[in-house]
């Protein structure tokens, strides 16, 4: 069982929103922070927004900052990515991931230890 399953990816027009989940399962470590990637057909995966357990650090890729929300609840250990005013070019396959790295993990992928299976995000009309 994958530790960390993300849910909500859709079809949404361009200028919709959309708001993906990522639920720890029951066999997850104690993450430091919970970030989202995406990967777009035929591009290499890209970090999104990064989150840690204590709310109090968020980092944004340039090109979402502003347009995309990170977020999580505690009480239900659930992480969140809003999205709103979506464009064709945020198509793409998008995984949550975990990390125990104490520092460094901000939007860098190899600093992250667990991922989830990935949700299609499709932004078209």
């Known amino acids: 069982q994958l530790p960390l399953v993300e849910s909500g990816g859709a079809l949404v027009q361009p200028g919709g929103s959309l708001r993906l989940s990522c639920t720890a399962s029951g066999f997850t470590r104690p993450y430091v922070a919970i970030g989202w990637f995406r990967q777009a057909p035929g591009k290499e995966r890209e970090g999104v927004a990064s989150i840690n357990n204590s709310d109090n650090f968020k980092y944004y890729a340039d090109s979402m900052e502003g347009r995309f929300i990170i977020s999580r609840d505690n009480a239900k250990n659930i992480w969140y990515l809003q999205m709103n005013s979506l464009k064709p070019e945020d198509t793409a396959v998008y995984y949550c991931?975990?990390?125990?790295?104490?520092?460094?993990?901000?939007?860098?992928?190899?600093?992250?230890?667990?991922w989830g299976q990935g949700t299609q995000v499709t932004v078209s009309s």
């Open positions: 991931a975990g990390t125990t790295w104490s520092t460094g993990w901000g939007l860098v992928e190899d600093n992250f230890d667990d």
